[in-house]
């Protein structure tokens, strides 16, 4: 059984930057993918950022892509989200989620079975 846990939330003032980092646990070797999601105030849960396990290929929400990178380290199972230059409408709480099924989409929630409790990231103006 795979669960996942995320760490590194936190409260930042906006410009600043962010890590998230994501650890995997039991079974990891089964994984295909480690997507971010988040989820602001009195909105629905969004796509973040996903990483392919098998080969690394990432995937970005829409504006994502050039504030945000994903990476992972496959020896520790682990997957970081770094954030850059946060908005305070990044504020929300971030999810970590694993999935085992390969012809998925990484950027959809239900196409993962695994999810962290979620950590908060609160940016200032």
């Known amino acids: 059984q795979v669960s996942v846990t995320e760490s590194g939330g936190g409260f930042v003032q906006a410009g600043n930057s962010l890590r998230l980092t994501c650890a995997a646990f039991g079974g990891t070797s089964g994984i295909v993918g480690v997507g971010w999601f988040r989820q602001g105030p009195g909105k629905d849960r969004e796509f973040v950022a996903a990483?392919?396990?098998?080969?690394?290929?990432?995937y970005f929400g829409d504006s994502k892509k050039g504030r945000f990178s994903i990476s992972r380290d496959n020896a520790k199972s682990t997957v970081d989200l770094q954030m850059y230059s946060l908005k305070p409408e990044d504020t929300a709480v971030y999810y970590c989620a694993a999935t085992r099924q390969w012809f998925a989409s990484l950027m959809t929630p239900s196409s993962y079975a695994y999810w962290g409790q979620g950590t908060q990231v609160t940016v200032s103006s």
């Open positions: 990483i392919r396990w098998i080969d690394g290929n990432t």
